[in-house]
Nanobody, 127 residues
Framework: QVQLVESGGGLVQAGGSLRLSCAAS????????MGWFRQAPGKEREFVAA????????YYADSVKGRFTISRDNVKNTVYLQMNSLKPEDTAVYYC????????????????????WGQGTQVTVSS
């Protein structure tokens, strides 16, 4: 089992940047595929980005491609989401998620693929 704690959210102006972190408990972090999802007010939770066990392969939602970068540090047991060129429509609660093992590529964007979730961190982008 793994516990996830997100941090790094906050208020930023449009065009600005934030880096979210998700710290995982346990000694087997490198055995978990990781993802970031977000939920805006009144909307369903949606996929943002995901990263494979080794960190070599990454996946992004079209809405964030070219602006967001997911990465992981398997020594620090942490996954990151670097968010640049932020837009007001990026405002949401951002959640970190984990699943033991690897996934077929097509499964990364689906919430049901993940076993563990953090509590979320609020990101607000002002216009």
């Amino acid at each position: 089992q793994v516990q996830l704690v997100e941090s790094g959210g906050g208020l930023v102006q449009a065009g600005g940047s934030l880096r979210l972190s998700c710290a995982a408990s346990g000694r087997t972090f490198s055995s978990y595929s990781m993802g970031w999802f977000r939920q805006a007010p009144g909307k369903e939770r949606e996929f943002v980005a995901a990263i494979t066990l080794s960190g070599i392969i990454t996946y992004y939602a079209d809405s964030v491609k070219g602006r967001f970068t997911i990465s992981r540090d398997n020594v620090k047991n942490t996954v990151y989401l670097q968010m640049n060129s932020l837009k007001p429509e990026d405002t949401a609660v951002y959640y970190c998620a984990a699943v033991l093992g690897g996934l077929s590529g097509s499964y990364y964007p689906y919430q049901r693929s993940y076993e563990y979730w953090g509590q979320g961190t609020q990101v607000t982008v002002s216009s």
